[in-house]
């Protein structure tokens, strides 16, 4: 196993590892422990009730963090015709169809986020080998096939803070939910909306326990586990 450095292991000292801590004192914690020479992602990851290889226990869906994620967000938009003008008038940063289609074939990715209008989805399936690995394919699912009408409220969306999340292999969920820099009530107002995002996405096969454990930590810093009840209750 490998062996955490010193600055680690002095934050660590901060934290009761057997301790369940509420959501708002994980935060205050994890914001104290972050020792990197960078503005940290903080982090949280859920342990799920439920079975990643079952088709009707698939939890999957999107939170909109009312406080944004703290990096840019240059939006991408696969449409045609009427499309166009919504997806300007929305302020997205890319617009297009074959020639942007053509674009990414030859290697352009300078974008975190994806949409395309229904009638522009055959064409784009043929990016999916490349757009998929990377989470950037546009998905029914994870809100990024737009009608043309609705394009300026889902950009707006994307670019405050849109956080996808589905349950990998092994049965967690995990999400960023904004920086070490963030105000101790943004990191909460966010994380209690990935909470709320979660519990509506409870597919119907789950039985028992739909959440099993949380913990939160910075990209670098210790792990912190969270009291699944309270942070149910306060997400309520």
């Known amino acids: 196993m490998a062996k955490h450095g010193k600055k680690y292991r002095e934050t660590s000292k901060l934290i009761e590892h057997s301790n369940y801590y509420s959501p708002d004192e994980a935060i205050e914690l994890a914001k104290k422990a972050a020792y990197a020479g960078f503005d940290e992602t903080v982090e949280v990851h859920l342990k799920m009730g439920v079975n990643p290889r079952s088709a009707d226990q698939q939890v999957r869906g999107v939170a909109l963090l009312p406080n944004g994620l703290g990096k840019q967000v240059r939006v991408l938009v696969f449409t045609q015709g009427e499309g166009v003008k919504k997806a300007e008038e929305g302020e997205a940063d890319y617009v297009g169809a074959e020639e942007i289609i053509q674009k990414i074939e030859d290697g352009w990715l300078e974008f975190e986020v994806s949409m395309a209008t229904p009638d522009m989805m055959a064409k784009v399936a043929k990016l999916g080998r490349i757009l998929g690995r990377r989470g950037l394919m546009p998905n029914p699912k994870s809100g990024t096939v737009v009608d043309a009408k609705d394009l300026p409220r889902a950009i707006k969306e994307a670019r405050k803070g849109r956080a996808e999340f589905r349950l990998d292999r092994t049965g967690i969920i995990h999400l960023p939910i904004g920086k070490v820099s963030f105000e101790k009530e943004k990191l909460l107002e966010n994380i209690l909306a990935v909470f709320e995002a979660i519990v509506k996405a409870?597919?119907?096969?789950?039985?028992?326990?739909?959440?099993?454990?949380?913990?939160?930590?910075?990209s670098m810093g210790p792990g912190l586990k969270v009291d699944v009840k309270s942070a149910l209750e306060r997400a309520a």
Do not use: E
């Not at 409870?202 to 910075?218: C, D, E, M």
């Open 202 to 218: 409870k597919p119907s096969g789950a039985k028992g326990q739909y959440i099993k454990s949380i913990s939160l930590s910075s």
